[in-house]
């Protein structure tokens, strides 16, 4: 069972406007999340997190929505720029006795036209 | 950047054979894992390491083993080789249970 999912395998925007990825987890016991940002032939960076006490945590063009009840999170960048043309990877974690493991879902391929 | 090293970074052997993934770190932290990465699947854990000599078990473990007998090092090991586990490989060492830090990818094929 896929407990993390992206269900847009693909998102297309221009550059200046906005994108919005999506990621949706059916495990109650996660309770922090990360997005990940993943070029060709280079392992996946860190981008954003957030914590389940929080619904919204931003870094600069990034911001990341979480909605518990609904066990959604989105992450926007805005404005996009061509150079955030990756694929997007959603992660999530269970703190305590996890040992820090992340379960991932399928990731999704932004890409951004000047 | 986070001091990881894989090696080989690409590989090619024949099915049957046993393989071994190095994954080296200079970060001393403490956790260190195994992920492999295949299309409409994301990335998803093999195994990891909560210490020296301490590892376990993850969601795609059948047909590898791993070891860790130095905090620097993590192994992989494919014992007979299989087309199945043509993939990309990656590393990933955390220190703090919340965040991982991935190594470049090592690109298995298994012909």
């Known amino acids: 069972d896929q407990q993390v999912k992206q269900n847009s395998p693909s998102l297309s925007v221009q550059e200046g406007r906005i994108s919005i990825l999506n990621c949706d987890y059916t495990n109650s016991m996660f309770d922090y999340f990360l997005w990940y940002k993943k070029y060709p032939a280079e392992g996946p960076t860190f981008l954003i997190s957030i914590s389940s006490i929080k619904d919204k945590n931003e870094d600069g063009r990034f911001t990341v929505f979480l909605n518990k009840s609904a066990k959604h999170l989105s992450l926007h960048i805005v404005p996009s720029q061509p150079g955030d043309s990756a694929v997007y990877f959603c992660?999530?974690?269970?703190?305590?006795?996890?040992?820090?493991?992340?379960?991932f879902g399928q990731g999704t391929i932004l890409t951004v036209h000047p | 950047d986070a001091g990881i090293t894989q090696s080989p970074r690409h590989k090619v052997t024949e099915t049957g054979t046993p393989v071994t993934l190095r994954c080296h770190q200079t970060?001393?932290?403490?956790?260190m894992y195994w992920y492999r990465q295949d299309p409409g699947h994301g990335l998803r854990l093999i195994h990891y390491s909560y210490g020296v000599k301490d590892t376990d078990k993850g969601e795609v473990s059948d047909g590898y083993s791993v070891s860790r007998s130095k905090t620097e090092d993590f192994l992989l090991t494919l014992e007979s080789a299989t087309s199945s586990q043509t993939s990309v490989y990656f590393c990933a060492i955390s220190e703090s249970q919340v965040m991982a830090f991935f190594g470049q990818g090592t690109r298995l094929t298994v012909v």
């Open positions: 992660a999530a974690s269970a703190s305590g006795t996890s040992y820090g493991k992340l379960t």
């Open positions: 970060e001393n932290h403490r956790y």
